[in-house]
């Protein structure tokens, strides 16, 4: 069984930082991508960042150059430093990643999803 887990959610005033992470646990050989998706009330879950387990990355236009995402392969966790946060970045982020099981690689990667984590933004 794979979960992940993320933290480092809460409130923050408008310019400061968090730093979100998710730890994947459980039957896992390795992770390919990972990444983090917001989703605002009543607005659709849209991707923000992605990491390959090479390190190549992608991020949303609207927070290139104030988030970073990163991972530590070992540790199969990924992280989402959020600089220079916005009340737009207020959303709920979920981490998601593709999964190879252990036993199971045959199927190739599984996706799977995190809980998400509260990120508020206060002006």
């Known amino acids: 069984q794979v979960r992940l887990v993320e933290s480092g959610g809460g409130l923050v005033q408008a310019g400061g930082s968090l730093r979100l992470s998710c730890a994947a646990s459980g039957s896992i050989l390795s992770i390919n991508t990972m990444g983090w998706y917001g989703q605002a009330p009543g607005k659709k879950r849209e991707l923000v960042a992605t990491?390959?387990?090479?390190?190549?990355?992608n991020y949303v236009d609207s927070v290139k150059g104030r988030f970073t995402i990163s991972r530590d392969n070992a540790k199969n966790t990924v992280y989402l430093q959020m600089n220079s946060l916005k009340p737009e970045d207020t959303a709920v982020y979920y981490c998601n990643a593709d999964v190879i099981r252990r036993g199971l690689a045959y199927l190739g990667d599984y996706n799977y999803w995190g809980q998400g984590t509260q990120v508020t933004v206060s002006s």
């Open positions: 990491i390959t387990r090479g390190g190549s990355t």
